[in-house]
């Protein structure tokens, strides 16, 4: 239901851009969110975005380098990343939160894609 793209290999200080297609739900009725998972560590929230666009939200250590966007017409969230960094090395989900949920906790997301691999290099 939802196929995330995009991932690849790149140096330290590259950019990629992460896409979800989503299918098999009302995609416009909900809030979208990007994890990582890098070997060895827990699933870790990225950014989410609200249903309507309107509110955004990232961790932390992306700010300012991540942009979380979302086309409802098309079904499709994206996370453009740039000025990334070998510690931004992880496989990449998107995810779609319970109706209602707005945040980071990656146990209210019901939705999940398979993943996509990014490898930044120094």
């Known amino acids: 239901q939802l196929q995330a793209s995009g991932g690849g290999l790149v140096q330290a200080g590259g950019s990629l851009r992460l896409s979800c297609a989503a299918s098999g739900f009302t995609f416009s009725r909900y809030d979208m969110g990007w994890f990582r998972q890098a070997p060895g560590r827990e699933r870790e929230f990225v950014a989410t975005?609200?249903?309507?666009?309107?509110?955004?939200d990232y961790q932390d250590s992306v700010k300012g380098r991540f942009t979380i966007s979302r086309d409802n017409a098309n079904n499709t969230v994206y996370l453009q990343m740039s000025s990334l960094k070998p510690a931004d090395t992880a496989v990449y989900y998107c995810?779609?939160?319970?109706?209602?949920?707005?945040?980071?906790?990656?146990?209210?997301?019901?939705?999940w894609g398979q993943g996509t691999q990014v490898t930044v290099s120094s």
């Open positions: 995810a779609g939160a319970r109706i209602g949920y707005y945040g980071r906790d990656k146990g209210m997301y019901v939705h």
């Open positions: 975005i609200s249903w309507s666009g309107r509110r955004l």
